[in-house]
């Protein structure tokens, strides 16, 4: 970012009291981080485990010229402060000024799934057109979203944004300060169900997207997701949905042998063999591209130019055999698709090694339960299961007739894993990122 603003100017922007002002001194990037200081400033915001209040003297003595705060500081005759209410706040009103003071059409992005895969196909689609602004990994929050908003500079045409949240009144917060021309909701599903305490409260988060849509804005949304579908009947706003209903806007066709959708009685094939999952966030992001004006040959060209992500279900050979590595999140919508696309494989043995869903909260025992029936339907034929709730999961598997190895820490098995390794099999290793089961990788 470079904003280039007086202090004086940047004080008015976030409501905050300019002490010690510097007229020669121009603010145009910061630093939350006292030990690298960015800008010769430093922003001190309260966050969930720390408050970088406490590192202002650091900051200072790293070459701070500007510091950002709701404490009163001393802070010397070389060092300005601005102080403010709230340093978060602060940081949201400059974020929102940087987003109004560009002429950009920006898409928000949020579901309980998908959301950063969605984001990366479209920000490849657009890219077709123009230089894009999008987030960067998971900085999607109160703190992460103001952050990637003040990235927005004058050669950026589009801007793309996931939002996340952990409670209601999250996306609400965040999404007034995107302002976003199209919103896409991606679905609604047990995920992070621990934070929201029930499925409607997901639904009633992540809808907080639509009142903050532009007024002329059209919100995206998936029409094979039950708790989506009558969207167009509880808000007043233009909608525009995907999927492989009847009636969706864009409608997936069935194809074995490449990505087949119509839209607006036209009929559209591009050349890829796809899953399910990846069929739906590849049918959002084109209708969000034809929304935005691009031609279906830049919407092809971005979305073959898309690589999966990292530990997303990315196939992988290591040592001699394949690997399906998706320990970027697991939950039971995810753990359902990449158990069916192990089964799908035509490997001789097939190898599942799961490890805990987290933040299920109260949920947890009741899908670890089901994810047996899952596992035991699949046909996979070798099963090895780490953690402290999926021991649910052994536990009915047992009932099932099903044998599988089970330990809280997966060290305990690895080297009855290791036996089953060969280039006859592939093997899926999927858990929740907490678990760190790609380390698995480095022992087999």
């Known amino acids: 970012m470079k904003l280039n603003l007086s202090y004086k100017k940047l004080a008015e922007i976030i409501d905050g009291d300019l002490i010690n002002d510097m007229p020669v001194e121009i603010f145009s990037e910061f630093s939350t981080n006292s030990k690298k200081i960015v800008g010769a400033c430093f922003w001190a915001i309260l966050g969930e485990n720390f408050d970088g209040h406490s590192f202002i003297p650091q900051a200072i003595e790293n070459g701070a010229k500007l510091i950002i705060s709701s404490h009163n500081v001393d802070t010397g005759k070389d060092t300005s402060i601005i102080k403010v209410k709230d340093t978060l706040v602060a940081l949201q009103r400059l974020a929102k000024f940087n987003r109004d003071s560009h002429d950009i059409k920006i898409v928000a992005i949020t579901g309980s799934n998908g959301k950063s895969t969605t984001k990366q196909i479209l920000l490849e689609i657009l890219n077709q057109e123009s230089q894009t602004c999008a987030n960067k990994g998971n900085l999607n929050n109160q703190i992460g979203l103001p952050l990637s908003l003040l990235e927005i500079n004058d050669s950026h045409k589009f801007g793309i944004f996931e939002l996340g949240a952990s409670k209601l009144g999250d996306i609400a917060e965040i999404a007034e300060l995107a302002k976003p021309d199209i919103g896409i909701i991606t679905n609604i599903s047990p995920a992070h169900i621990g934070k929201f305490e029930n499925l409607e409260n997901t639904y009633k988060t992540k ?9 002329d804005g059209i919100l ?12 167009p009947n509880k808000f007043k706003i233009k909608t525009k949905s995907f999927g492989t209903n ?62 999966p992500m990292p530990m997303r279900l990315e196939l992988i050979s290591h040592n001699n055999t394949d690997i399906l590595l998706d320990c970027y999140n697991a939950n039971p919508d995810s753990m359902a698709v990449a158990l069916e696309i192990l089964s799908k494989k035509p490997h001789k043995t097939k190898i599942a090694v799961l490890g805990d869903m987290n933040e299920l909260g109260n ?40 044998n599988a190895f089970y330990s809280e820490d997966y060290n305990q098995w690895i080297d009855e894993l290791k036996k089953l390794i060969s280039s006859e099999s592939i093997c899926l290793i999927k858990a929740s990122r907490s678990l760190g089961f790609e380390n698995i990788l480095n022992l087999i």
Do not use: P, R, W
Not at 207 to 215: F, G, S, V
Not at 280 to 287: E, G, M, Q
């Open 220 to 231: 995206i949304y998936n029409a094979d997701d039950k708790l989506l579908a009558d969207i």
């Open 246 to 307: 009847k009636d969706a806007d864009l409608k997936i066709l069935e194809s074995q042998e490449t990505f087949q959708f119509e839209y607006e009685n036209k009929v559209y094939s591009i050349n890829l063999n796809l899953h399910h999952h990846d069929k739906l966030n590849i049918a959002s992001a084109c209708l969000a591209g034809f929304l935005m004006g691009l031609s279906f040959e830049k919407i092809e060209n971005g979305i073959k130019n898309f690589k």
């Open 363 to 402: 949920y947890s025992e009741k899908y670890h339960k089901e994810l047996a029936t899952q596992i035991a339907n699949s046909g996979v034929e070798h099963i090895f299961l780490a953690g402290k709730d999926i021991k649910y999961t052994y536990e009915e598997l047992k009932k099932l007739n099903k």
């Open 207 to 215: 809808t907080e997207l639509i009142n903050h849509i532009k007024e």
